[in-house]
């Protein structure tokens, strides 16, 4: 049992699809509260968890010239604010 609970924490886990993190980011923007919410706790959840491919995923939605706007938009927001926290982590700085 517990070598079952070790090579299940030893294998890596699967990178989040550019498609999956585009979508959550559709719901996020969406009108629908029951919606937003659970696509905006997804998201922390990802970067809360440094979910292998969300960071590299979110770039890619950022860069998809044929993406909505709006999405577009938000995954950047999603990068900065990625990119602003682990700044602070590294020197220590209150936020």
């Not at 990625?82 to 590294?90: D, E, G, K, P, Q």
Request: net charge negative; aromatic share 6%; with cysteine.
């Amino acid at each position: 049992m517990e070598a079952e609970a070790a090579a299940a924490a030893a294998t890596p886990a699967a990178p989040i699809p550019v498609e999956t993190v585009y979508r959550t980011l559709e719901a996020a923007l969406s009108f629908d509260n029951a919606t937003r919410s659970a696509a905006e706790t997804q998201l922390r959840d990802w970067e809360g968890d440094a979910a292998p491919g969300f960071i590299g995923s979110l770039l890619k939605v950022v860069a998809e010239v044929a993406a909505v706007p709006e999405v577009r938009l938000l995954g950047g927001v999603a990068v900065s604010r990625h990119v602003r926290l682990a700044a602070c982590l590294l020197h220590a700085c209150a936020f």
